[in-house]
């Protein structure tokens, strides 16, 4: 079989690359605050796009050989325990995509803190992880620490919804 001349991933990272690069553009266009202020509304932005296009490089140069072979068993095993209909990478995509739209949704109707919870042990559920008292330590840890640093140490204001914090 003729190998490609380019690979699916090295597509999607070239795709990834050119939005997080328009995606950069338009994030240091964003105006800064005429008072100083230790984080400004741009600098999330930025770190977004640089992070995605971080990642889109080393997409780019991710090996294909590898992840067909540790996908090819990962699929055997999954067939094996009956899960395949809903762990093909198209249904994980749909998936995710859903419970990010519930999580938007949701968001100044529960909370920040709820809402994050729910979706991360969500997701971990999704994904496979099993540990059902350990992913809810970590869910509600990663929800925790995120509320604090946003709310108490850069002073963004977060929906509390349903639980008043």
């Not at 490609?4 to 597509?11: A, D, R, T, V």
């Not at 202020?37 to 997409?59: E, N």
């Amino acid at each position: 079989m003729a190998k490609k001349w380019i690979q699916e991933n090295q597509m999607i990272a070239i795709i990834l690359a050119l939005f997080s690069s328009g995606y950069l553009v338009l994030a240091f266009d964003i105006p800064s605050f005429s008072v100083p202020r230790p984080v400004d509304s741009d600098l999330f932005p930025k770190i977004l796009g640089f992070i995605l296009l971080i990642l889109s490089i080393f997409l780019f140069f991710d090996r294909k050989e590898y992840k067909d072979q540790e996908e090819e068993e990962e699929t055997q095993v999954q067939q094996k325990e009956g899960k395949q209909r809903f762990a093909t990478p198209r249904m994980q995509v749909f998936v995710t995509l859903v419970a990010i739209a519930l999580y938007i949704f949701l968001f100044e109707i529960l909370g920040f803190l709820l809402v994050t919870l729910l979706f991360t042990f969500g997701m971990t559920f999704y994904y496979g992880y099993r540990r059902h008292v350990v992913n809810f330590i970590v869910s509600l840890s990663v929800s925790l620490f995120f509320y604090l640093l946003l709310t108490r140490f850069m002073g963004i204001y977060l929906p509390e919804g349903i639980i008043p914090i």
